[in-house]
């Protein structure tokens, strides 16, 4: 699945929440995320509704504004969640994916990345405007 959000913000201002690894709590999805702790090469991210994930951080590369995270012990078999920031005559994005497993949770998965994404917008475009 594959979100697109459309932001306010510069892209490097946008970049620098997405790569702000140990603060999605408080600078990307505040409320929805509530703790982050900070493990080796990991965040363990604990969520509003009690959920905790362990996601190992796989790649943060600065030059292709690229996040990629993998979650290492959940209820899903597999989880890949791929974030890139990105610019073009329409504006600035944040395009989020996320590949997972097993189907049976599309329904769950769909409806908290779309609750997320819209906070994310939020969240980011807020910040944005106070930084002026």
Known sequence: MTVDISVEASAAFTWD?????????????????????????SRIVTF??????TERIAEL????????YQVTDSTVTHHLGTQV?????????LVWTTEFAPASLLDYTTTNMRAAAELMKTTIDTAYANQR
Do not use: K
């Open 48 to 53: 509003a509704d009690g959920m905790r994930a």
């Open 61 to 68: 590369d600065d030059d292709a504004r690229r996040l990629r």
């Open 85 to 93: 920031v990105r610019e073009d005559d329409t504006g600035v994005h």
């Open 17 to 41: 929440v997405i790569r702000d690894i140990y603060a999605v709590n408080t600078r990307l999805i505040p409320g929805f995320a509530v703790t982050v702790e900070r493990g080796p090469d």
